[in-house]
């Protein structure tokens, strides 16, 4: 595909807003302190603290992941936007105070006051910044070149440094203001742009009605009978326009859902220091809930503007984006399992007239680096605060700020050399990918800090030795997945019965409650926990003087 000149024009005007944006930030005059730094000296107000938690959740793998799950299986990945919506409610008007009025600016610092001792705050600092690396930064970089590679035929890696350089310029000098001033920007391109996307996606179609009865018909050329349920491989699923569905043998069963996905992304809404760190930027704490009162609504935009349109393309190309034969798959998108990650980009090249197709570049660029940046910023901040300050206490604010900057280049090095391997196990479906590695390792500490800030008798050893007995398990299955990868449609699946028939959320559910069996009883057969460790770091303590 040749960009024309409108198409170009727009990707540059892009870039020169992100730059200038971030120049100016980084001319701010408490740019140089290390709360100015990481905090955005705790000066925003709730409409760009808002608009920078959904411009850092909705990142490239939301817009390839989304709308590739939308093109292979329906509405019913919508479910995780709709449950953002209210947990993002769970973190403005219960964890947010706790933590505000515990004085803490990290997570792991919440858990040093909390508990006394320094390895929960270690651990979690280690494990999130292991999060990072294989369900953020690597799923990130690969889906953002994956657009580009589609739309401008670069080569991957050329993709990747571009968009890198761009993105460490901006997060590097200007820090967590830089993050929040661009995701403003980056949110109204976004929104705009994927608007205009839906309108002319829709008038393809023939509207919304049309819509319904062309995504079912959506067959490729080339099928296959499914060996394990004699159905029919190619074929859109009976409960396509289903959101919550059946609970035995679907992709999204309604407990398993509401039990095991719900803990699940509550690490990722409550107790993850990248939304976190965002909300307590604001300069109040009424601030800070009215931003994740408008994220919520906002949240609830996705599935008209990312799923909606991927399900629109599988109508538009079904024998690419809706293939089903490993060859046709590797011919057209080098991935023999599937080809619905190519949905968004398939159909922004296809049917956006140019000029509007550069706009539709810059979202996509917009989303790559508004999650790499506030990525970027939340892992130095937890490497500088809580690994690196504790290793040498007499660091002064220079050397913290040089090496949480040190630091962002060897996540980039460690990304990058992962990106291979998320590209062998990704699959077809990425975002998929991205929620059952979630599912394996967060329950464990959302329920720690859900009943840390709920439960007074909750102590160290309760918290520590519980996270130890999730990280065991959650490990096991998260190899046992890996070793027994998923058959082909056309393929006998003969994987255990742990792996092939229990379904990845109903393993979040017994690992979240089982976690917090284990933390209750330890916790209630050694000793409580200080009277001076609960000053303000409990919902009920939260305003003891």
Not at 302 to 323: A, E, K, Q, W
Request: glycine content about 8%; aromatic content about 12%; proline content about 5%.
């Amino acid at each position: 595909m040749e960009l024309s000149t409108g198409d170009v024009a727009a990707v540059v005007l892009y870039f020169l807003l992100v730059l200038g944006i971030g120049l100016w930030s980084m001319m701010r005059p408490n740019r140089d302190t290390v709360e100015g730094y990481f905090l955005a000296g705790k000066h925003m107000f709730w409409l760009p603290v808002g608009a920078s938690l959904f411009a850092s959740n909705i990142g490239s793998e939301h817009f390839i992941g989304l709308a590739g799950t939308g093109a292979a299986s329906g509405i019913g990945v919508a479910a995780f936007e709709f449950n953002a919506l209210v947990l993002l409610q769970l973190l403005g008007f219960i964890f947010l105070p706790v933590f505000i009025a515990s004085k803490v600016r990290t997570l792991p610092e919440y858990m040093v006051k909390r508990f006394g001792g320094r390895r929960i705050s270690m651990y979690l600092s280690v494990l999130s910044m292991i999060l990072y690396i294989f369900t953020k930064i690597s799923v990130d970089l690969y889906s953002g070149a994956l657009f580009i590679q589609q739309a401008l035929q670069w080569n991957l890696y050329l993709s990747i440094f571009a968009i890198l350089t761009l993105t460490l310029v901006c997060t590097v000098g200007g820090g967590l203001a830089a993050v929040i001033y661009i995701d403003v920007l980056q949110v109204a391109i976004m929104l705009g742009g994927s608007s205009v996307l839906l309108y002319l996606g829709l008038e393809k179609v023939g509207g919304w009605e049309e819509l319904k009865v062309k995504y079912m018909t959506s067959v490729p050329n080339t099928t296959y009978v499914n060996p394990n349920d004699n159905g029919t491989c190619g074929f859109p699923r009976e409960d396509s326009w289903t959101i919550l569905r059946e609970p035995f043998h679907s992709d999204m069963p309604w407990p398993g859902f509401l039990l095991g996905q719900t803990p699940a992304s509550i690490w990722y809404w409550c107790a993850d220091q990248m939304m976190v760190q965002k909300a307590l930027a604001a300069k109040s704490l009424s601030d800070a809930q009215g931003a994740t009162i408008l994220t919520g609504w906002i949240k609830t935009l996705p599935m008209f503007l990312i799923i909606i349109p991927g399900m629109m393309s599988r109508v538009l190309y079904p024998d690419t984006v809706g293939c089903v034969d490993p060859e046709v798959c590797q011919a057209f998108c080098n991935n023999p399992v599937s080809c619905s990650n190519t949905a968004y980009p398939a159909i922004v090249l296809g049917i956006m007239p140019e000029g509007l197709r550069g706009v539709m570049i810059a979202v996509m660029l917009a989303a790559l680096m508004s999650d790499l940046t506030s990525i970027f910023n939340s892992a130095s901040t937890l490497f500088t605060m809580d690994i690196y300050n504790e290793i040498k206490k007499s660091a002064q604010t220079k050397e913290l700020l040089i090496v949480g900057r040190v630091f962002i280049l060897f996540l980039v090095a460690m990304s990058i050399m992962w990106i291979p391997i998320i590209q062998e196990l990704q699959g077809g479906q990425l975002f998929i990918y991205i929620q059952a590695i979630s599912a394996y390792l967060s329950p464990p500490i959302a329920v720690v800090y859900c009943m840390a800030i709920s439960w007074k008798r909750m102590n160290e050893m309760g918290a520590f030795w519980s996270l130890m007995f999730g990280l065991t398990v959650g490990v096991i299955r998260m190899i046992l997945d890996f070793t027994y990868k998923a058959p082909l449609c056309m393929e006998v699946d003969d994987r255990p019965f742990i792996i092939a028939s229990i379904h990845y959320m109903y393993f979040a559910a017994g690992l979240f409650f089982s976690t917090g069996i284990v933390a209750a009883i330890v916790s209630l057969l050694t000793d409580p926990p200080r009277d001076y460790m609960l000053v303000r770091t409990t919902f009920q303590t939260r305003k003891d003087q």
